[in-house]
């Protein structure tokens, strides 16, 4: 006797052949069902051929290939820990192929395999059973010779099912053929019937008796009590195509009923629910691998200040919608900004809305109502949303329009505070001063072109821009050490006298006033921020 298998699912089905307790394998053809199957309490699954074919929109006459074949039952082993018995048909060709079939089944984590006594291509057995030829029986032993011969695993299962009855040959050449096989090293044997009583079934186990395990498939002699096989040492009954049937009708009334209603609604307490799709799937296992092996790369967030309508120079085109909701090209600035934060990974979006915050609805962005809007500004907005500052994140307002690579550099700088700053501050054609908010750089406006070395020195909003070298974008970049020490301003900022009406910049001078570094990443145009109809206008240019 061969020594034990390592492997547990071939043991576990090699166990199951035992005569002295029934078992039942049961149905699957993809991963899903065979899942399902395990978690019914099954012991073992059976890889079926008509199932599979069926599930494939082929028909079971080796119309699908037996690699094709092979690649669903390996999902079906990989979704599962019981034994899998596939079906092999004739063994998909002579001993030549059914060798291969063995090892590459080995390979794939399959337990065993069910090879039948026809001629390839075969039809299945329910039809037209009479007309279909019969393997030679020597030809037959053969290729189950070669199959014991080429497994690696000794307790991999070879069981060999004769359709003699199915083909009209009769008890005896039923017998014979069974004995022959057993004779050939198969493991087990399975006699097949189409007939909807047990009668021939019964008169071959009583003639048998018990020289070697037996299989049943009793698809059609169903109504047969299990115990009648029982009592009779049968070693499993295979449950063989039931799964699939019940599949097939659940979705034929499901996409009748959706055609007939043009709309799942009627459906949705029928159907299972999407976290039973997950379960199944196995989504809390990823979970928890994802807490594990991607710590070392933190979500990416944003927050975006949207909660304003913007000056009464835009009130003509703000009677329905934030200004943040103006569209530029076709498109909405806050669209614009979130499908540039979405390209580099942020995937945490937040918007700070109030004024007509109803509009404000894109899908996978969470909003945070500033329902105090007319009466708070900037930092007041930042507050309401101060927990989902963490990790990489970055700040900036609704109203902003700028290029990707402005956002890249800020979220790619490993700075814990970095700012984006235009050197030159903005005028108007009377030259006059517009910037909003602007900052002194640390080393002074003239030869900073690069931003390595710049910090804030201050921070505000003034008009008077001479005494400033460069104006603020709005948007500020935090590592989570900088989320934290942003946070900490903010509530120091927010517990001042008239806190309510503060800004950013009074935020940012906070930073820098507690001896937090703020970086300053220097950019020349490419952004702009919208306050009248001609901004909007010549915002298209960028
Ligand atoms: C199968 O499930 O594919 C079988 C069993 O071979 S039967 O359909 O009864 O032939
Ligand atoms: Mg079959």
């Known amino acids: ?79 599962t820990t019981v034994p899998i018995l596939i079906d092999g048909d004739t063994g998909f060709g002579n001993f030549n192929n059914f060798r291969r079939v063995v090892r590459k089944l080995e390979q794939r984590g399959i337990a065993g395999v069910c090879i039948e006594d026809k001629v390839f291509p075969k039809t299945n057995s329910f039809l037209r059973g009479q007309a279909q030829p019969l393997a030679d029986v020597d030809e037959f032993c053969g290729k189950l010779h070669a199959g014991k011969a080429a497994q690696t695993d000794p307790d991999f299962v070879i069981v060999a099912r004769t359709e003699a009855l199915i083909a009209g040959w009769g008890q005896a050449e039923a017998i014979r053929r069974a004995e022959a096989y057993r ?83 009627g459906v949705e307490e029928t159907v299972a ?75 945490d979006i937040a918007v700070v809305a109030g004024y007509r915050k109803e509009t404000i609805a894109r899908p996978g962005v969470v909003r945070v109502d500033n329902d105090r809007w007319a009466e708070t500004g900037e930092a007041a907005s930042l507050a309401l949303a101060a927990e989902r500052l963490a990790g990489p994140c970055l700040v900036g307002f609704g109203d902003l329009l700028c290029r990707r690579h402005i956002l890249q550099a800020l979220l790619d700088d490993p700075a814990d505070l970095v700012i984006a700053a235009d050197r030159s501050i903005r005028r108007d054609a009377g030259d006059a001063p517009r910037a909003r908010d602007v900052v002194k750089l640390s080393a002074g406006p003239a030869p900073a ?40 301003a903010l509530a120091q900022t927010m517990a001042k006298p008239g806190a309510e009406a503060l800004g950013l910049t009074d935020v940012l001078a906070a930073l820098l006033a507690a001896g937090r570094p703020i970086k300053v990443h220097l950019v020349s145009g490419d952004w702009t921020t919208i306050e009248n109809a001609l901004d909007l206008a010549e915002a298209s240019n960028l």
């Open 1 to 79: 006797m061969a020594a034990e298998s390592a492997n547990p699912k071939t043991r576990r089905l090699r166990a199951l052949l035992d005569p002295a307790r029934l078992d039942f394998i049961m149905e699957a053809h993809n991963g899903l069902s065979a899942r399902i199957a395990e978690e019914a309490g099954f012991r073992a699954l059976w890889a079926s051929g008509l199932s599979i074919s069926a599930a494939l929109g082929v028909r079971d006459n080796n119309e699908a290939s037996w690699t094709q074949v092979l690649e669903v039952a390996e999902f079906m082993a990989d979704a």
């Open 273 to 347: 629910p999407l976290r039973e799709v997950f379960r199944l799937q196995g989504d809390e296992e990823l979970r928890l691998a994802e807490e594990k092996f991607l710590a070392a790369a933190p979500r990416r967030s944003a927050v975006i200040l949207a909660a304003t309508r913007g000056g009464p120079a835009l009130h003509a085109l703000t009677g329905q919608v934030p200004k943040t909701l103006l569209r530029v090209g076709g498109r909405s600035l806050l669209d614009r900004l979130c499908d540039n934060l979405q390209a580099l990974d942020v995937r």
């Open 183 to 265: 004779r050939a090293g198969a493991d087990a044997i399975v006699v097949h019937s189409a007939q909807s009583r047990p009668d021939e079934i019964l008169a071959f186990l009583d003639e048998w008796a018990g020289r070697h395990p037996v299989i049943l498939i009793p698809t059609k002699y169903h109504t047969t009590p299990t115990e009648v096989f029982a009592v009779r040492k049968v070693s499993a009954l295979i449950w063989a195509n039931h799964l699939m049937r019940a599949a097939l009708g659940a979705m034929q009334a499901t996409a009748a009923r959706i055609y007939r209603e043009r709309s799942v609604t």
């Open 449 to 488: 072109f690069l931003d390595a070395e710049i910090t804030a020195t201050a921070a505000a909003f003034t008009a008077d821009t001479a005494a400033f070298d460069a104006e603020w974008t709005g948007l500020l970049k935090c590592s989570g050490q900088g989320a934290q020490w942003l946070r900490e």
